[in-house]
């Protein structure tokens, strides 16, 4: 039985060449602007998510011209803080999670056999408030008393001292925060109901496993961030006074609901990442992935730990000591399940038989610096230490070797392991390398000196700073350049491959990957399943069965 | 072990590390001044081994195979998935290697919120962008700013197109009026903070401790030897943020007894309010004593000054404030309009702003800024306010 219905032309000129193509500018503008189909609304997530990452990447490069050199030399302090707050937000809600949401989008459904998202056109809503969102916390910038500089934290009074722009990221973060719960809405809808009734949930890939529990908490806490930027409004413009002591209410308060919030944020951008390195180490070591069992088991203990560990952020805010020691405790916990997974991919590679091409490079890239970064939060772990490295250049290293080498790492290996499979066409492997080995380089110049600046006592979010600090940080500015340039480098690779790469038409671009996406046709077709395909099992590999 | 795994760090590190309070290409902590600090010092060395070793099984593990199990050099897969010993066993062993670690962290911690029995209390109080030190019990209480020279800073500091130009010794960590403490005694601080969220910070002495307006924390910190221990505040807190340094000095108790008197303080308690101290009123006695004519021109020049210490960080050296926190006073309703309402602002500042009293300048002072600002940036008002009209 034909399933798969690949009835489609297989032209391999363009991405979107079916139902007649799109041509000229006004057609392929409405095309995406209204279409359902989950391939596209996932290519607009992805490039919605690099537009981002370069506009929070230039605001990362005026910080670190900044900080060059001792003295203000570029811009004033104001504005500095501005630059911190709006790289910390645009990174999270507009590169880091959109990005990811990019790619459950385009590997949901091919890889559990549905036939697009449950809710098409709730996909394409949750998408087109994106850019509305983006468009106020840019243009934020450009009111008289320009964006927030509360920090992307906006803690609270601080927050409540700002101009308009503040108004506008909280509205920014409504729109960016009912994205987020649609999107997960529909993951969790479409891996529960739409999954090939032949997978069961526990041979699911784990890149679903980790999107699926990532969809739950999603759902979690979403909603209490919104809660907090929304009392920061009303304290604002309203006369409420939750924040505000002179009226009942505490600033600390703000913390608790924020944390509670951005921990499990964290692995929200965490767990995805798990998900990709999970797939592609497998694939490029040619032998089924270690633990699976134990894979799962770690990714929804690691979600429920998220959600007890929050004020770990609040060491020094004058907590009781018995409220420090459960956090502290709590938060050390999770370096076990976090570090089962590091074990099992080892394990993985062990005894594999190894190609090192550029997808496997940034995977192996993320496992080391991702362990390098959980050491680093095992050291904030420890309470007492903590308060020296609380709001340091320590912590700011720490988040970065999460968040940097750890998500955007994964995303780099995901965009060049699924890209044959999504056009069709291969990237250039010496680029790719190359991409992979100066960011690899840069990125650890910028980031490795930053736990020695922070350890000798310099405070993050300054403008300025004493003397000592003057050599670690010009060889961070100039590792940051480095790093910014070589996206440069990505960009081109992924438009070279669009464009010019070398035509691929085997199903199984790579020799070990093994998922249900891998058994289609390349370029995988428009509408991938019309029927949920029947699927035999050769052991963790299915087999589409005709 | 505690002493052991110190040598055995030093060993490695002796020539990397640097002893200094905070050296160029510094790679560990500032060196401790305090208990607390070199059990800090202590847990990060312990737990950096700890990782360490860690990490270099698992990556050496890794790169072993990275190494020896490659496809082009032959190598078949093996296809083993899954061994519940060895999951157990991983499972079991860093919980151990954690509890290891919770043990000195766990009496560390008890040990650091315990802030009974102080020798001395002080209140901190953190305000934009300064720090206020209250000796509650010796009548001696003052204001703690920034003492680097703006010029050093450069132009984007002030509002100008000025160069940067730092230079001095403790750039950016060096105040005018330095918190002094007796060595060997335990200080408690009482923290609180005028408008937003502030932290206090002074890594030698391993104590940071939030600030936040309408709570009052506690922290304690007790310095080992005599020294000058330079901070920052901790907590973004607004443009200048990075322009709040804490300076503490620690000297002997009858040194310490001498500097309160100095400051007009009693070494015994007192119940009577604190008596302000400090640049304010010492220059202010001078000046209130000095035989000079109060015109026009001595009261522009002294208010310029004034004003760029106390009021330009937030209405700006050109008088045109930064929105939306802090008004313009350039041509602005207060500065033109009526005298009385202006000196009452200056003086009790504004509930439910981020104007701030300033009851503890001088007379001369407050005279000089109500005056500059009245006759500066084209608010030609030609008021002249004499100290007399000042009725704090």
């Given at each position: 039985m034909d399933v798969t219905l690949p009835n489609e032309g297989h032209h391999d000129t363009s991405h979107d060449d079916h139902h007649g193509k799109p041509s000229g500018f006004r057609a392929v503008a409405w095309h995406y602007l209204t279409t359902t189909n989950h391939k596209d609304i996932g290519t607009l997530y992805l490039w919605f998510a690099f537009i981002m990452f370069l506009s929070g990447g230039i605001m990362a490069l005026l910080i670190r011209a900044e900080l060059?050199?001792?003295?203000?030399?570029?811009?004033e302090p104001e504005f500095f803080n501005q630059l911190t707050t709006m790289h910390g937000l645009v990174m999270v809600f507009g590169a880091i999670m959109p990005a990811f949401t990019g790619f459950a989008n385009w590997q949901v459904p091919l890889m559990i056999g549905a036939?697009?998202?449950?809710?098409a056109r709730l996909n394409l809503w949750s998408f087109w408030l994106l850019p509305m969102a983006a468009l106020l916390l840019i243009g934020?910038?450009?009111?008289?008393?320009?964006?927030?500089?509360?920090?992307?934290?906006?803690?609270?009074p601080l927050s409540t001292q700002q101009g308009v722009g503040m108004d506008m990221a909280i509205f920014a973060i409504h729109l960016m925060g009912i994205s987020s719960i649609m999107g997960a809405i529909n993951i969790i809808t479409t891996i529960i109901?739409?999954?090939?009734?032949?997978?069961p949930m526990m041979r699911m890939p784990l890149f679903i496993w980790t999107w699926l529990i990532t969809a739950f908490l999603l759902i979690a806490v979403m909603p209490v961030l919104a809660g907090a930027v929304t009392m920061l409004l009303t304290d604002r413009h309203?006369?409420?006074?939750?924040?505000n002591a002179a009226g009942g209410?505490?600033?600390?308060l703000y913390q608790h609901i924020f944390w509670f919030f951005g921990h499990p944020e964290v692995y929200i951008m965490a767990l995805p990442a798990f998900g990709i390195v999970s797939s592609v180490i497998p694939a490029f070591a040619r032998k089924p992935l270690f633990g699976y069992t134990s894979m799962v088991y770690a990714t929804g203990s690691i979600a429920l730990l998220s959600f007890i560990v929050w004020a770990h952020h609040m060491?020094?805010?004058?907590?009781p000591v018995t409220g420090i020691l459960f956090f502290m405790y709590a938060t050390m916990i999770i370096a076990v399940p976090t570090g089962v997974k590091v074990f099992n991919w080892v394990a993985t590679m062990w005894q594999g038989s190894m190609t090192f091409e550029t997808p496997m490079l940034f995977a192996i890239g993320f496992i080391v610096l991702f362990t390098v970064g959980g050491f680093t939060g095992l050291v904030l772990s420890i309470a007492p230490l903590d308060v020296q490295l609380q709001d340091t250049y320590y912590v700011v290293a720490h988040f970065h070797y999460v968040l940097v080498a750890g998500s955007l790492f994964s995303l780099f290996a995901g965009v060049y392991f699924w890209i044959p499979k999504w056009t069709g066409r291969m990237y250039n492997e010496t680029l790719g390398k190359a991409h992979f080995w100066l960011s690899m380089i840069f990125f650890n110049v910028t980031f490795f000196v930053q736990h020695f600046l922070g350890l000798a006592g310099m405070p993050r979010r300054i403008p300025d700073y004493a003397l000592q600090f003057a050599d670690f940080n010009m060889v961070s500015s100039i590792g940051a350049f480095g790093f910014g340039l070589s996206q440069l480098l990505f960009l081109y690779v992924v438009i070279d491959c669009i464009r010019n790469g070398k035509p691929v038409s085997e199903?199984?671009?790579?020799?070990g990957a093994d998922s249900?996406?891998?058994?289609?046709p390349t370029p995988a077709?428009?509408?991938?399943?019309h029927t949920p395909p029947k699927l035999k099992w050769d052991g963790q590999r299915p087999v589409i069965a005709d | 072990m505690k002493t052991i795994l110190s040598r055995l760090s030093y060993l490695i590190f002796s020539l990397l590390?640097?002893?200094?309070a905070a050296a160029a290409?510094?790679?560990?902590?500032?060196?401790?001044?305090?208990e607390m600090a070199a059990t800090q010092q202590f847990l990060n060395e312990f737990v950096m081994w700890i990782i360490v070793i860690i990490g270099i099984g698992v990556f050496g593990i890794m790169f072993y195979s990275i190494v020896r199990h490659r496809k082009d050099k032959g190598y078949k897969a093996a296809n083993f998935h899954e061994n519940t010993l060895v999951e157990i066993i991983w499972t079991a062993v860093p919980m151990f290697i954690i509890i290891g670690m919770a043990l000195p962290a766990t009496s560390a911690i008890i040990d650091y919120k315990?802030?009974?029995?102080?020798d001395l209390t002080v209140k901190v109080t953190g305000i934009q962008w300064k720090w206020e030190y209250d000796y509650l019990d010796k009548d001696v209480a003052f204001y703690s700013q920034l003492s680097t020279a703006p010029e050093e800073i450069g132009g984007k500091y002030y509002g100008s197109d000025a160069t940067a130009n730092p230079q001095s010794d403790h750039y950016l960590l060096e105040v005018d009026n330095e918190m002094v403490v007796p060595v060997g005694k335990k200080v408690r601080l009482l923290l609180t903070a005028a408008d937003v969220i502030h932290a206090w910070w002074v890594p030698q002495l391993g104590v940071k401790q939030d600030a936040i307006p309408g709570v009052v924390r506690d922290a304690w910190f007790e310095a080992n030897r005599p020294g000058v221990y330079r901070g920052q505040c901790?907590?973004?807190?607004?443009?200048?943020h990075g322009f709040m340094p804490i300076v503490v000095r620690a000297v002997p108790e009858d040194e310490f007894n001498a500097w309160i008197v100095e400051q007009g303080g009693k070494v015994a308690a007192s119940d009577e309010a604190p008596n302000y101290v400090g640049a304010d009123t010492t220059a202010a006695t001078a000046e209130d004593a000095a035989p000079v004519e109060w015109t026009m021109e001595v009261a522009m020049q002294q208010g310029e000054t004034a004003y760029n210490t106390y009021?330009?960080?937030?209405?700006q050296a050109n008088g045109e404030g930064l929105l939306p926190a802090f008004p313009a006073l350039k041509n602005s309703k207060i500065a033109l309009g009526d005298i009385a309402e202006h000196i009452d602002i200056v003086i009790n500042g504004k509930a439910g702003?981020?104007?701030?009293?300033?009851?503890?300048?001088?007379a001369s002072d407050l005279a000089a800024i109500i005056t500059y600002e009245r006759n500066a940036w084209g608010n030609d008002t030609g008021d002249l306010i004499a100290p007399e009209d000042i009725k704090k």
């Amino acid at each position: 039985m034909d399933v798969t219905l690949p009835n489609e032309g297989h032209h391999d000129t363009s991405h979107d060449d079916h139902h007649g193509k799109p041509s000229g500018f006004r057609a392929v503008a409405w095309h995406y602007l209204t279409t359902t189909n989950h391939k596209d609304i996932g290519t607009l997530y992805l490039w919605f998510a690099f537009i981002m990452f370069l506009s929070g990447g230039i605001m990362a490069l005026l910080i670190r011209a900044e900080l060059f050199q001792p003295g203000l030399q570029l811009v004033e302090p104001e504005f500095f803080n501005q630059l911190t707050t709006m790289h910390g937000l645009v990174m999270v809600f507009g590169a880091i999670m959109p990005a990811f949401t990019g790619f459950a989008n385009w590997q949901v459904p091919l890889m559990i056999g549905a036939s697009d998202m449950a809710f098409a056109r709730l996909n394409l809503w949750s998408f087109w408030l994106l850019p509305m969102a983006a468009l106020l916390l840019i243009g934020s910038f450009f009111t008289p008393s320009g964006a927030t500089a509360a920090g992307w934290t906006l803690y609270a009074p601080l927050s409540t001292q700002q101009g308009v722009g503040m108004d506008m990221a909280i509205f920014a973060i409504h729109l960016m925060g009912i994205s987020s719960i649609m999107g997960a809405i529909n993951i969790i809808t479409t891996i529960i109901n739409m999954r090939a009734p032949d997978m069961p949930m526990m041979r699911m890939p784990l890149f679903i496993w980790t999107w699926l529990i990532t969809a739950f908490l999603l759902i979690a806490v979403m909603p209490v961030l919104a809660g907090a930027v929304t009392m920061l409004l009303t304290d604002r413009h309203f006369g409420t006074t939750f924040f505000n002591a002179a009226g009942g209410g505490d600033p600390v308060l703000y913390q608790h609901i924020f944390w509670f919030f951005g921990h499990p944020e964290v692995y929200i951008m965490a767990l995805p990442a798990f998900g990709i390195v999970s797939s592609v180490i497998p694939a490029f070591a040619r032998k089924p992935l270690f633990g699976y069992t134990s894979m799962v088991y770690a990714t929804g203990s690691i979600a429920l730990l998220s959600f007890i560990v929050w004020a770990h952020h609040m060491f020094t805010v004058g907590l009781p000591v018995t409220g420090i020691l459960f956090f502290m405790y709590a938060t050390m916990i999770i370096a076990v399940p976090t570090g089962v997974k590091v074990f099992n991919w080892v394990a993985t590679m062990w005894q594999g038989s190894m190609t090192f091409e550029t997808p496997m490079l940034f995977a192996i890239g993320f496992i080391v610096l991702f362990t390098v970064g959980g050491f680093t939060g095992l050291v904030l772990s420890i309470a007492p230490l903590d308060v020296q490295l609380q709001d340091t250049y320590y912590v700011v290293a720490h988040f970065h070797y999460v968040l940097v080498a750890g998500s955007l790492f994964s995303l780099f290996a995901g965009v060049y392991f699924w890209i044959p499979k999504w056009t069709g066409r291969m990237y250039n492997e010496t680029l790719g390398k190359a991409h992979f080995w100066l960011s690899m380089i840069f990125f650890n110049v910028t980031f490795f000196v930053q736990h020695f600046l922070g350890l000798a006592g310099m405070p993050r979010r300054i403008p300025d700073y004493a003397l000592q600090f003057a050599d670690f940080n010009m060889v961070s500015s100039i590792g940051a350049f480095g790093f910014g340039l070589s996206q440069l480098l990505f960009l081109y690779v992924v438009i070279d491959c669009i464009r010019n790469g070398k035509p691929v038409s085997e199903k199984r671009v790579w020799e070990g990957a093994d998922s249900l996406e891998w058994d289609l046709p390349t370029p995988a077709p428009y509408h991938s399943f019309h029927t949920p395909p029947k699927l035999k099992w050769d052991g963790q590999r299915p087999v589409i069965a005709d | 072990m505690k002493t052991i795994l110190s040598r055995l760090s030093y060993l490695i590190f002796s020539l990397l590390l640097c002893a200094n309070a905070a050296a160029a290409w510094q790679l560990g902590m500032q060196e401790p001044a305090s208990e607390m600090a070199a059990t800090q010092q202590f847990l990060n060395e312990f737990v950096m081994w700890i990782i360490v070793i860690i990490g270099i099984g698992v990556f050496g593990i890794m790169f072993y195979s990275i190494v020896r199990h490659r496809k082009d050099k032959g190598y078949k897969a093996a296809n083993f998935h899954e061994n519940t010993l060895v999951e157990i066993i991983w499972t079991a062993v860093p919980m151990f290697i954690i509890i290891g670690m919770a043990l000195p962290a766990t009496s560390a911690i008890i040990d650091y919120k315990n802030t009974s029995s102080p020798d001395l209390t002080v209140k901190v109080t953190g305000i934009q962008w300064k720090w206020e030190y209250d000796y509650l019990d010796k009548d001696v209480a003052f204001y703690s700013q920034l003492s680097t020279a703006p010029e050093e800073i450069g132009g984007k500091y002030y509002g100008s197109d000025a160069t940067a130009n730092p230079q001095s010794d403790h750039y950016l960590l060096e105040v005018d009026n330095e918190m002094v403490v007796p060595v060997g005694k335990k200080v408690r601080l009482l923290l609180t903070a005028a408008d937003v969220i502030h932290a206090w910070w002074v890594p030698q002495l391993g104590v940071k401790q939030d600030a936040i307006p309408g709570v009052v924390r506690d922290a304690w910190f007790e310095a080992n030897r005599p020294g000058v221990y330079r901070g920052q505040c901790a907590e973004l807190c607004g443009k200048n943020h990075g322009f709040m340094p804490i300076v503490v000095r620690a000297v002997p108790e009858d040194e310490f007894n001498a500097w309160i008197v100095e400051q007009g303080g009693k070494v015994a308690a007192s119940d009577e309010a604190p008596n302000y101290v400090g640049a304010d009123t010492t220059a202010a006695t001078a000046e209130d004593a000095a035989p000079v004519e109060w015109t026009m021109e001595v009261a522009m020049q002294q208010g310029e000054t004034a004003y760029n210490t106390y009021c330009a960080a937030c209405h700006q050296a050109n008088g045109e404030g930064l929105l939306p926190a802090f008004p313009a006073l350039k041509n602005s309703k207060i500065a033109l309009g009526d005298i009385a309402e202006h000196i009452d602002i200056v003086i009790n500042g504004k509930a439910g702003t981020s104007m701030a009293a300033f009851s503890y300048l001088s007379a001369s002072d407050l005279a000089a800024i109500i005056t500059y600002e009245r006759n500066a940036w084209g608010n030609d008002t030609g008021d002249l306010i004499a100290p007399e009209d000042i009725k704090k």
